[in-house]
């Protein structure tokens, strides 16, 4: 299992249940709306969704997360940020939202390679997983080969 490192927030939300989106960088587009109305009927729900939330779909996603009520689980690809974006700082005083990484403060820049480790964090976290897109070929379709997982495309 991959260790977290360091942290910021709720930590008991690591308790709950816990339903890992990823998603590959670049997307069809027939593969946004459903990624949108996916993270919204999660909100919705009040389901507690994790994910690095680094492309810009992830983006998207933790947009419409962010208006409900439900937790928050960013997982990084590098060590804790030193500034807290403005829209992420009533979840975290709220407590429905919690910052994990692999990472000591050291690592700076997301890599492959911390990408990979980050996805893994996730994937041993996680109670149900999500793939919004997973490209052909691509690092997260290799890192799934063996898991069972939902596909929204």
Same mark, same amino acid.
């Given at each position: 299992?991959?260790?977290?490192?360091?942290?910021?927030?709720?930590?008991?939300?690591l308790?709950?249940?816990?339903?890992?989106?990823?998603?590959?960088?670049r997307?069809?587009?027939?593969?946004?709306?459903?990624?949108?109305?996916?993270?919204i009927?999660?909100?919705?729900?009040?389901?507690?969704?994790?994910?690095?939330?680094?492309?810009?779909?992830?983006?998207?996603? #933790?947009?419409?997360? *962010?208006?409900?009520?439900?937790? $928050?689980?960013? &997982?990084?690809?590098? @060590? +804790?940020?030193? !500034?807290?974006e403005?829209?992420?700082?009533?979840?975290?005083?709220?407590?429905?939202?919690?910052?994990i990484?692999?990472?000591?403060?050291?690592?700076?820049?997301?890599?492959?390679?911390?990408?990979?480790?980050?996805?893994? #964090?996730?994937?041993? *976290?996680?109670?149900?997983?999500? $793939?919004?897109? &997973?490209?052909?070929? @691509? +690092?997260?379709? !290799?890192?799934?080969?063996?898991?069972?997982?939902?596909?929204?495309?």
């Amino acid at each position: 299992m991959t260790p977290i490192i360091a942290h910021l927030g709720n930590l008991e939300l690591l308790n709950g249940p816990k339903t890992a989106f990823l998603c590959s960088r670049r997307v069809p587009a027939k593969v946004v709306l459903k990624c949108y109305d996916w993270a919204i009927a999660q909100r919705e729900a009040k389901q507690c969704v994790m994910s690095g939330f680094h492309s810009t779909l992830e983006k998207d996603v #933790l947009h419409y997360l *962010l208006k409900g009520t439900q937790p $928050i689980i960013i &997982a990084l690809a590098r @060590g +804790l940020k030193s !500034r807290i974006e403005p829209e992420l700082q009533a979840p975290l005083a709220n407590g429905r939202l919690l910052i994990i990484t692999p990472f000591s403060a050291e690592v700076k820049r997301v890599t492959t390679q911390t990408a990979e480790r980050r996805n893994q #964090l996730m994937l041993d *976290l996680a109670d149900n997983v999500v $793939i919004g897109y &997973a490209k052909p070929g @691509g +690092l997260l379709e !290799r890192q799934l080969f063996d898991l069972r997982f939902t596909i929204l495309d």
